[in-house]
């Protein structure tokens, strides 16, 4: 195949004629000439200008008459084959690759076609000007199945009201799942159809019939198909289709039975297809037609009996309430064909489905709702009602302990569906569920990754104070403490951070309360931390001052007597009742909301450190 490609491709520039061969005449190395005069004043723009030097072959073939039948693709002299491109020379070569990608075509060979046409574009870009090229590129890329391409290269004003391109236009069309649009051509082709042997207008005669039956006209069936053999499997499995929707299943039972028995593997399971689509019809599907259906989607991919039988999985698991079935055969006719004829009456199908799955109620395990979602996330509704189920799950998911289920889930929506500002809640939440999850590493990377936005004060300080514990979590305390400098509670933060580390000097560097008046239950547990920090360090004369300062304050309340443990002198207390005193101090942290983020998070910090 390369080989054939490089003798397509041969190099343009004039070569000595081989052994035997006639020289060129003076005449058509003047018309090279002239040819290459007028490329050199050409004043088209870069992308119209020949590659190569060969002589501009596009006014040559707009010369020739359009190709309006199957006749033009066997022009009179044409040489067939590579006998032609072998003995082609410079000036002829573009003419001799004219001739063999249209005998390719006429064999019905796109694949050996397309090269030629491509490799003679490339020379002279001015053929994609020439209806005649379109019409060959276009009944290649038909050929290929490439009908969103053929359709295009058939769209040329000159093409409109041509037999031929009708014709090659109506396969394409219905290729493209386009059934009436393509029916619509039948009429401009027949000319060409008619000009065709039965063998040749077969191809087009089914494609006419098939979109005959996608409209709903099961009718014309017989009519567009009368010309072609009884025998023939693919004509039978239509005819078939069609005495089924025309309500008379007898005949087209008996058609569809004979064609899964003289038909090539794909139009054997075309026929069994439409046995099983007309039992599921007829309310008389059976277990084994359901393993069938599965069993044809497994081993048929990429035309339309794979679509079909999507299509009648997704009928059949609506009809039946199962979810996952339905969102599995769902989801692959939105993602590899595109959503069908319907692309936003299943979308908007698949996204309710998706939503009553998720939604708080329902009594699916948590775990198959999660990874539901995960499989079928690109399903979910846009904006809000999106974002709202994202929510939902997550919640679900943090209520019952799977913090790292929950923390990836908003991850990916942080990543992915959330942009600008609302960045900032979001990434505070995600790193909070990774602290939670013993993951403080990928906490961070949240909080630094989504850093670029200009956030208010109130959004920054909050990932600050997550930023600071996840920092801590690590062991990077001083990273830590310098995070929460402008935090207006960092102070209270800094001390439950030195209070969860037992650093006494820390805890007795920090300013109590002010004396005097009631004290909170936060005041209470800064003066009795304070405490335990100074009798840690023995600093008797500090405990005097605070049971001066605070014992008025402390005498009628419950926690007098762990006060007036931890500030008696250092000697004088033994370890129990210190012990007792210290699990006196009120719950109420300083930190606020923080600290139970700091409380509930396992501790990593020695592991992470020494990795």
Not at 47 to 63: E, I, K, M, Y
Not at 435 to 449: K, Q, S, V, Y
Not at 487 to 516: F, S, T, Y
Request: glycine share 8%.
């Amino acid at each position: 195949m390369l080989a054939a490609f490089a003798l397509l491709a041969t190099a343009s520039a004039p070569s000595a004629p081989p052994a035997g061969a006639e020289p060129a005449s003076v005449d058509d190395a003047g018309d090279a000439t002239a040819d290459a005069d007028a490329a050199a004043t050409d004043v088209a723009p870069p992308r119209v200008r020949a590659t190569s030097g060969l002589p501009r072959f596009a006014p040559q073939l707009a010369n020739l008459p359009t190709i309006t039948g199957l006749n033009g693709w066997r022009f009179t002299g044409q040489v067939e084959g590579w006998a032609g491109l072998i003995a082609a020379r410079p000036v002829t070569r573009q003419a001799a690759r004219w001739a063999y990608a249209t005998h390719q075509v006429a064999l019905g060979r796109g694949a050996e076609a397309v090269g030629a046409l491509e490799v003679m574009r490339q020379d002279d870009p001015d053929l994609a000007l020439v209806p005649s090229y379109q019409l060959a590129l276009g009944a290649t890329l038909t050929l290929l199945n490439r009908p969103a391409a053929a359709v295009a290269a058939l769209a040329g004003e000159g093409l409109q009201s041509n037999p031929e391109a009708c014709a090659w236009r109506m396969r394409a069309l219905e290729q493209a799942g386009l059934g009436g649009l393509a029916l619509a051509q039948f009429r401009c082709a027949l000319p060409a159809l008619n000009g065709r042997a039965v063998k040749e207008r077969a191809p087009f005669l089914l494609a006419a019939a098939r979109g005959a039956i996608a409209v709903g006209h099961p009718a014309l069936v017989g009519q567009l198909l009368g010309t072609l053999p009884q025998a023939d499997p693919a004509a039978t499995v239509l005819r078939g289709r069609a005495f089924f929707l025309l309500g008379q299943r007898p005949q087209g039972q008996l058609l569809l039975k004979q064609a899964r028995q003289t038909g090539n593997r794909a139009q054997r399971l075309d026929a069994e297809l439409t046995l099983i689509e007309d039992r599921a019809q007829n309310g008389t599907l059976a277990a084994s037609d359901t393993a069938r259906l599965r069993q044809i989607r497994f081993i048929w991919r990429g035309d339309a009996i794979e679509m079909r039988a999507l299509q009648l999985s997704y009928a059949v698991a609506l009809r039946t309430h199962d979810v996952l079935a339905t969102l599995e055969a769902g989801a692959t006719i939105f993602r590899y064909f595109n959503g069908g004829s319907d692309r936003a009456a299943l979308t908007a199908a698949l996204q309710q489905t998706l939503t009553a799955a998720l939604a708080p109620d329902n009594v699916m395990p948590l775990d198959r709702v999660a990874g539901m979602y995960w499989e079928y996330r690109d399903l979910s509704p846009a904006g809000a009602a999106g974002d709202l189920l994202v929510v939902q799950l997550a919640d679900r998911l943090q209520s019952a302990g799977l913090y790292e289920r929950g923390a990836e889930l908003l991850d990916h929506q942080l990543r992915v569906r959330t942009r600008d500002v609302a960045q900032g809640p979001l990434s505070a939440r995600v790193a909070s569920l990774f602290i939670l999850a013993g993951t403080p590493a990928r906490a961070l990377a949240a909080i630094r990754d989504t850093e670029a936005n200009a956030y208010p004060d109130d959004m920054l300080w909050a990932r600050h104070r997550v930023e600071a514990v996840a920092l801590d979590q690590l062991g990077r305390t001083n990273e830590a403490l310098a995070v929460l400098q402008d935090v207006p509670d960092g102070e209270a933060i800094r001390g439950e951070l030195n209070w969860r580390r037992h650093d006494w000097k820390a805890l007795a560097a920090a300013m109590p309360p002010a004396p005097g008046g009631a004290l909170t239950d936060v005041a209470q547990a800064r003066i009795l931390r304070l405490a335990v920090a100074l009798a840690m360090l023995g600093r008797e004369g500090d405990l005097a001052r605070l049971r001066v300062q605070y014992g008025a304050a402390f005498a009628k309340l419950p926690t007098a007597p762990a006060f007036a443990a931890l500030t008696a002198s250092v000697g004088s207390v033994d370890p129990a009742t210190v012990s007792a005193a210290m699990a006196a101090i009120p719950s109420a942290s300083p930190a606020g909301g923080i600290a139970d983020l700091i409380d509930t998070a396992p501790q990593v910090a020695e592991t992470a450190s020494s990795s």
